[in-house]
């Protein structure tokens, strides 16, 4: 960990393509061991630079540059010269685990091709299915400004129609964004929020973003490939007598299940609640199945776990 003044900042940031700076009130409190181990955790990653400050100038500088009021302990992640702002508190703990990955992401570019090595689960995608090279060509500016302001939430990757891992070949996909959730179990379609007539501009795929992060855009399923032959009604999954032993009994995931009558009232308030908690958790399949079962004309199978509870 260098120690720098504000000016040698300036002129380090201007000349590394990528510098952490921590700005404290000394190297002898908590957060800078926080920030010193940090740093020590990633010293294998040549092209990381790990700047501490005392010097009040630098919070000046840095609140001007990033637009956000920059005190001690303050943390921000400089990127080709674009500020990227840091709460403290994320290096504290567990959630040290957040900022390290943000730092490693860093060493990758901007914008690249979605090629389908997903390995890293710790960020959404906002993806751009390109007609061919010379909308791909069209469109960069565009991308490397929303790759900019999106850095700390999201990568930005171009996505072959026709050779992409998420088995979307839909043509209507041409020239038109998408976001799948970092679980890639959910996906969200421009279309949802900006018509046809609308330009591909900046200021319409930010606020098709924005929309998303708002929720104010319903999810698709992008499938699993167990799902493949289950049914949904409103994201809850249909536990049919064919498939409950794999759903219900499955040994990876944990189940919720309603069993319900069709001319049960109470059945049917709960219904909407589980249609709620399977919106709320459709990116979580993996891990949770929240189904229904239709008690009153599908026989419970002798080894349900129910027959326990009669």
């Known amino acids: 960990v260098k120690h720098l003044n504000s000016e040698e900042i300036k002129d380090f940031i201007d000349n590394n393509e990528i510098v952490v700076v921590a700005y404290l009130d000394d190297d002898k409190n908590k957060e800078y061991s926080y920030f010193y181990g940090l740093a020590t955790s990633l010293q294998a990653e040549s092209n990381l630079n790990f700047i501490y400050t005392n010097d009040p100038e630098s919070n ?9 009021q920059i005190n001690n302990p303050g943390i921000v992640l400089y990127k080709q010269g674009h ?15 957040n900022i390290r990955k943000l730092c490693l992401k860093a060493l990758k570019p901007y914008v690249d091709e979605f090629e389908g090595n997903i390995i890293d689960f710790n960020y959404n995608y906002i993806l751009y299915f390109y ?21 700390t939430g999201f990568y930005v990757k171009y996505i072959n129609l026709n050779e992409n891992p998420l088995n979307m070949h839909n043509p209507e996909l041409l020239s038109k964004f998408i976001i799948v959730s970092k679980s890639i179990q959910s996906v969200y379609r421009q279309e949802a929020v900006l018509g046809p007539e609308d330009e591909i501009n900046f200021e ?20 699993r490939s167990e799902e493949m032959n289950w049914e949904f009604t409103d994201y809850v999954t249909e536990v049919r007598p064919n498939i409950y032993e794999s759903v219900v009994l499955s040994p990876k995931t944990d189940v919720l299940v309603l069993y319900y009558k069709s001319d049960c009232p109470y059945s049917q308030e709960v219904m909407k609640s589980f249609q709620v908690l399977a919106k709320r ?13 239709e008690a009153e004309t599908q026989n419970i199978p002798d080894f349900s776990p129910w027959r326990n509870l009669l």
């Open 60 to 68: 000046k500088w840095a609140t001007e540059k990033s637009g956000a």
């Open 83 to 97: 500020s990227y702002p840091i709460p403290f508190d994320k290096i504290k703990g567990s959630g040290m685990f």
């Open 131 to 151: 007609a061919d090279e010379d909308d791909k060509i069209a469109k960069i500016q565009l991308m490397q400004e929303l790759a900019i302001k999106y850095f």
């Open 204 to 223: 319409n795929i930010d606020y098709f973003i924005r929309s998303y992060q708002s929720s104010l855009i319903d999810p698709e399923f992008l499938w």
């Open 281 to 293: 958790y459709i990116d979580q399949r993996h891990k949770l199945t929240i189904g229904q079962f």
